[in-house]
């Protein structure tokens, strides 16, 4: 009997056909339909986002560039006129700056220093090192020191001397 079941035949007046099976492989619209759009879109719109960041990244590094080369060009031609004047010249030595009244170093003294030292008048610091000095048993206790337990002292190591 179960054989036997065909299914109903239309009637002889009547053109319906029997509806088709559906398909499996056509993708009807829904949730992964949806999700893949949406990671597209946010893919599209990560892209433009890191595009923007990198364009205005690269502004700016272009705009450092362009000041510092205007930076070493000024150094560089005040260091030229400096050099240019009549018995000007740049001294090495290694003199300690005094301490001024507000804590900071005062290094024209020492810078003077310098240049007397060579048998020049006078002279300007052009390279200050400085350096923080401890007592000895703050080092051998192997620990940090402990804030106005050492000094910073700076030095004239070049100057402009004339």
Do not use: H, Y
């Not at 993708?27 to 890191?50: E, F, T, V, Y």
């Not at 350096?131 to 070049?158: G, H, L």
């Amino acid at each position: 009997m179960a054989q036997d079941a065909r299914p109903p035949q239309p009637a002889e007046g009547n053109t319906i056909a029997p509806p088709e099976p559906a398909s499996r492989n056509v993708a009807q619209p829904g949730l992964l339909d949806d999700l893949g759009r949406w990671l597209g879109n946010s893919k599209a719109k990560l892209d433009d986002g890191i595009k923007s960041t990198q364009d205005a990244i690269g502004g700016i590094g272009t705009a450092a560039t362009g000041a510092a080369k205007d930076a070493a060009n000024a150094a560089q031609q005040a260091t030229g006129m400096v050099i240019g004047l009549p018995g000007t010249r740049i001294i090495g030595g290694r003199e300690r700056c005094s301490v001024a009244a507000n804590g900071a170093p005062d290094c024209a003294g020492a810078a003077n220093s310098v240049c007397r030292a060579k048998g020049l008048e006078s002279g300007l610091a052009l390279a200050i090192d400085s350096r923080q000095k401890c007592p000895a048993w703050v080092w051998w206790s192997n620990r940090r020191p402990i804030e106005r337990e050492c000094k910073t002292e700076s030095f004239v190591v070049r100057a402009v001397c004339q």
